[in-house]
Structures are given as C-alpha cells and as structure tokens.
C-alpha cells in the first residue's frame, strides 16, 4: 500500500505506527529520541533519517506530545522540504491556537493538513478501534480516511478549518477529565463507608455508566491500578489547560475548572504520582479525607 511515515513514537504514536503495519503499509518512522523506532524497524519498519525523510515520504502521520513538541517538528523550513501534494494528518491534542498556526504553515507550503486527535488508549490504538475527530478541506480528508479507516473504528468530519477538531476534542478531554474527579469521589465515599470500591465500580457500571471511561477508569481507580500509565498526569493537565485556553477564547465560563487544576498540580506535586496514569488523581482526593 501507499508508503506513509509516521512521526512521534511515544506509547500511542508507537501503537498506531505498529497498527499501520499490521494493515499492510508501508511505514517509514521518526522520533526526536531515535531509540523509540527500534522496536517498530525490527517490527518492518523503515527508519527515517530526519524529519526531511520523513516528510519525504509524501503522506505523514504524526502523534507529538503537545504544541510545543508539533512547534518544533513542523516549522517552515521543515515543511518546505516536503514533496508537492503531501498530506500530513495530525492526530495529536493540540490547542486551538497552535492548530490554526499549523494549518497556516502547512498552507503556505503546499502541503495538505488534517487535524484528526484520537480518542482512545494505546491498547485500543493496537486494535485499530480508535474513535478519530478530523477536519481539513474536503479534498485532504478525503485523502486521509484511508489511514484512518486503518486506525479507527469511525471517524466523525466536523469541518474545514482543522482547529475545529482540536476544539472537538479538548471538549471531549474535558469530560473525561471530570469523570475522573466523580470517581475518585463517589470510591472515596462509598470506601469510607466501608463498601468495597471495585464492588462499587461493578455496580455503577452494570447498568447506569457502562460506557469505556467509567469501566475502565473505575476499575484502574478502584484497585489503585496506575503503573504502567496510559496517559499520564502531566499530559492530563496538559489537556485542561487547553480547554481552560479554548474557554477563555470563547469567552466561556468554567466553574469547576479551577477544582480539577487543583487535583492535577497536587498530584504533579507528589512525586509518587506524577509519574502516574492520571487517573491517579484519585488518589489526592483519598487523601483528603479524615478519620473520624
């Protein structure tokens, strides 16, 4: 199939560039630490000398930790490299901001650009069952599906300007952030009372919440289950700052913000947790409670 690179290979990014494998593609991988494309070379896939390789390719795919990280990959000098007609689909959480100065960049260069974050974690990136938010012009969305097709279960077009996803999913982040917080509550409550906390979580997603984040989440809360991460507490706050940043461009009030910013900076604080998956912020609200 259509040789395609795959840049960013951190736990998600490795996971989806060894899905695209799986699927018959051609892959060609670069990371900024280029001891994370080892195990997908040894897997098939070829090892990009420099971003300019990668973007060489002419399809790019890319999975970077943050906007300053996907900054400092796609400058303008990098994406005047890339071959006429070259599509590069950014399935990272950006903000808004950075997702609009990268659509100007790619623009300007001749190159394609869809914003398309993910919604899922790495075992469901494996399996090819991500739930995928994209937007670019028709024309690049319509290039891209195939190898979103590859690496989801469905994806949902909701406009022409990328950031329009971004915004998407920032939203999406902040609910689940908040389910975070309501678990660690109603297990700490119940907990307290002495009820067990997975017999809580089994009850609560039987029929009420059975949707992924509550089972999943629940569970990993519940048996204090937090090693290895699958998104950690840094990237957790990472992902409420940006809706913070989306709420204040929008002119948008949010209440419980300023609560949720808390348990995050006091986890990052414990050196114990920050290394974490988020939901570990459980465990600051555990804390709080008192004896008696």
């Known amino acids: 199939m259509t040789d395609v690179s795959f840049i960013g290979l951190g736990e998600m990014g490795s996971a ?41 390719a002419g ?32 399935c990272a959480t950006l903000s808004v901001a950075t997702t609009d100065r990268l659509s100007d960049l790619h623009a300007l260069a001749g190159v394609d ?28 969305t319509t290039r891209a599906q195939p190898y979103l097709d590859a690496l989801g279960k469905r994806t949902w077009v909701v406009g022409e300007r990328p950031s329009t996803a971004s915004l998407v999913k920032i939203g999406v982040n902040y609910n689940l952030i908040h389910a975070l917080q309501a678990l660690a509550e109603s297990v700490t409550l119940v907990e307290r009372g002495g009820v ?26 519940a048996r204090k289950a ?13 992902d409420l700052s940006l809706a913070e940043q989306a709420a204040a461009a929008n002119g ?4 419980t913000a300023p609560v949720l910013r808390d348990m995050f900076e006091r986890a990052l604080a414990d050196p114990e947790l920050a290394p974490l998956d988020w ?14």
Do not use: C
């Not at 699927?23 to 000398?49: F, I, K, M």
């Not at 974050?117 to 994209?134: D, F, H, T, Y």
């Open 16 to 56: 989806m560039a060894g899905r695209l494998l799986e699927t018959g593609h051609s892959v060609r991988v670069w990371n900024r630490s280029p001891g994370a494309a080892d195990a997908l070379v040894e897997s098939g896939a070829t090892h990009a000398t420099s971003i300019d390789d990668a973007l060489g």
């Open 59 to 90: 399809t790019v795919i890319s999975m970077l930790a943050n906007d300053e990280a996907a900054e400092a990959v796609f400058t303008a000098e990098a994406l005047a490299t890339a071959p006429a007609g070259t599509l590069h689909i950014n």
């Open 113 to 140: 650009y869809v914003a398309a974050p993910v919604l899922g974690r790495s075992n469901i990136a494996a399996e090819g069952r991500l739930n995928i938010v994209a937007a670019g012009t028709a024309r690049a």
């Open 196 to 221: 067990d906390g997975i017999t809580f979580v089994e009850i609560l997603t039987d029929a009420a919440f059975t949707g992924s984040v509550y089972t999943g989440y629940g569970s990993l809360i």
């Open 226 to 238: 937090y090693s290895p991460p699958g998104f950690t507490v840094g990237l957790g706050l990472k």
């Open 252 to 255: 948008v009030v949010l209440p």
């Open 279 to 292: 939901s570990a912020i459980a465990e600051i609200t555990r804390g709080l409670s008192t004896d008696g």
